[in-house]
């Protein structure tokens, strides 16, 4: 996508692949930065502390993080401990659990002495099959924008609501939530995307705000209480979101935040689209109560991080000194709330059926 008017990824490798190289996520949108990975423990940190992040983005770093723990110590060994590692690092978005897997299958049978090398190519492999999935989901779900539009007879933009961050900087390019508005911008249609600011990380205004400016996608960012209000009025069409994982009967793990977002829908008869690569399915699970919600640092609430205008980056404390704090970063929204998801092969009901018409290797499978 468009950073400053150049093409970008958000994750690649260098020279002969002993350094991956990424966008520190963390550092957006006041600064763009390039940080290179060079160790096992490199790659596990930046998903850990979210220098990346977003499900697709996680899988492709963790495959990347394979192959720097190859060349680290490609012995049996030394593919269980790096599997073990990466694993530990995020436990909601299936991705990384699916990452992992395709790399040790791929592997496990090889020797050793090829092991990195290998990893290297696998990993690349990844890489583009998570960009040409993108732009399939982008492919796909703009002509729900084009509809929306048409509906209105061109009369004003198409007002789309998303939550959190599901573009382009959580992918490796184009994104899932944001890849049908960059397709239908780019073919001329008039959008403005409201940007919910996603509390407590912000990945919304921070990240979200940030990318939709640099490809110059009119957007206005609002508190996160406030999409109820703007369907309400009749200022929301549609609302595309992202997913971390989705289960086999529909339901979906998002950014905490998106079940009311989906309630607020359902109540404004506003449709509510899941935008989902087929890698975020997790078709060993059926009930969304299964999905295991991460509950990280309560600094997260109780401080907030920002920059100066001088440019100085600090956090302030905004909750009283000795009141506690939760951070249950996901929830799940129920498939019954979910109008349609959009996937790489199409948009189907957010069913198991539904499913299983766009996947129908699956019914031998049953995984």
């Not at 690649?12 to 160790?39: F, K």
């Amino acid at each position: 996508m468009n950073v400053e008017g150049r093409r970008m990824r958000t994750i690649w490798p260098v020279g002969d692949g002993g350094t991956v190289e990424i966008i520190d996520q963390t550092r957006l949108p006041h600064e763009l930065a390039i940080v290179g990975l060079v160790t096992l423990d490199d790659a596990a940190t930046a998903i850990w502390t979210m220098q990346v992040r977003g499900a697709p983005l996680i899988g492709v770093t963790a495959a990347y993080g394979v192959a720097l723990g190859m060349a680290e110590d490609p012995s049996d060994h030394g593919l269980d401990r790096t599997i073990a590692i990466l694993a530990a690092t995020r436990p909601t978005a299936v991705n990384l659990r699916w990452a992992l897997a395709e790399m040790e299958r791929r592997l496990r049978d090889l020797p050793p002495s090829g092991r990195f090398k290998a990893a290297l190519a696998f990993a690349g492999e990844i890489a583009e099959a998570d960009v040409a999935s993108s732009r399939a989901i982008g492919e796909h779900g703009a002509p729900l924008i084009v509809a929306a539009w048409q509906r209105e007879a061109g009369d004003r933009p198409v007002e789309v609501l998303t939550h959190c961050n599901a573009g382009w900087l959580a992918a490796v390019d184009w994104g899932t939530a944001l890849a049908p508005i960059y397709r239908a911008h780019d073919e001329g249609i008039p959008i403005h995307v409201w940007v919910d600011e996603t509390r407590p990380r912000n990945q919304g205004a921070g990240l979200t705000a940030w990318e939709l400016g640099q490809h110059g996608v009119a957007h206005t960012v609002i508190v996160d209480n406030a999409g109820g209000h703007l369907m309400r009025q009749g200022l929301v069409d549609l609302c595309i979101v992202g997913s971390d994982r989705t289960t086999a009967a529909g339901d979906v793990a998002n950014k905490i935040g998106t079940y009311l977002k989906a309630l607020a829908a359902r109540d404004n008869d506003v449709p509510f689209y899941v935008a989902l690569p087929s890698s975020t399915i997790d078709w060993e699970i059926e009930d969304g109560a299964a999905i295991p919600i991460e509950r990280r640092d309560p600094r997260e609430v109780t401080h907030i991080e920002g920059w100066t205008d001088s440019g100085e980056r600090i956090a302030v404390r905004i909750t009283p000194q000795h009141s506690p704090a939760e951070n249950y970063a996901f929830d799940v929204t129920p498939a019954r709330l979910v109008t349609a998801l959009i996937t790489e092969r199409g948009i189907c009901p957010a069913s198991r059926d539904g499913l299983l018409k766009l996947f129908p290797e699956r019914r031998l499978t049953g995984r």
